[in-house]
């Protein structure tokens, strides 16, 4: 069992920054893709962002692609997510996620794929 706990959100004006972290719980870590989902109210959870074990592949959503960028940090089993350029249309709950002993060298997620989620922690963006 994989448990997956985020940090880091919180409120902010447009144009501001935020880092999300998220630390895993398990001896493995470096053989799960890690990733960030989002989803807004009245929204389908969407995929954001995604590393692949090593850290090597990254993976974005077009709408966050030049503004997010994901890393990882094995040693101390966390993957982070910052934020800047902070839009509106990125306030949502941001959910962690960990596709465990899949495929090495990939990066993109896809909902189906997951095999543990965290609780989640909301990011507002104020206009």
């Known amino acids: 069992q994989v448990q997956l706990v985020e940090s880091g959100g919180g409120l902010v004006q447009a144009g501001g920054s935020l880092r999300l972290s998220c630390a895993a719980s398990?001896?493995?870590?470096?053989?799960?893709?890690m990733g960030w989902f989002r989803q807004a109210p009245g929204k389908d959870r969407e995929f954001v962002s995604g590393i692949s074990w090593s850290g090597g592949n990254t993976a974005y959503a077009d709408s966050v692609k030049g503004r997010f960028t994901i890393s990882r940090d094995n040693a101390k089993n966390t993957v982070y997510l910052q934020m800047n350029s902070l839009k509106p249309e990125d306030t949502a709950v941001y959910y962690c996620?960990?596709?465990?002993?899949?495929?090495?060298?990939?990066?993109?997620?896809?909902?189906?794929?997951?095999?543990?989620w965290g609780r989640g922690t909301q990011v507002t963006v104020s206009s």
């Open positions: 996620a960990a596709d465990v002993f899949r495929d090495p060298n990939r990066a993109t997620m896809g909902l189906s794929e997951i095999d543990y």
């Open positions: 398990g001896r493995t870590f470096s053989s799960y893709t």
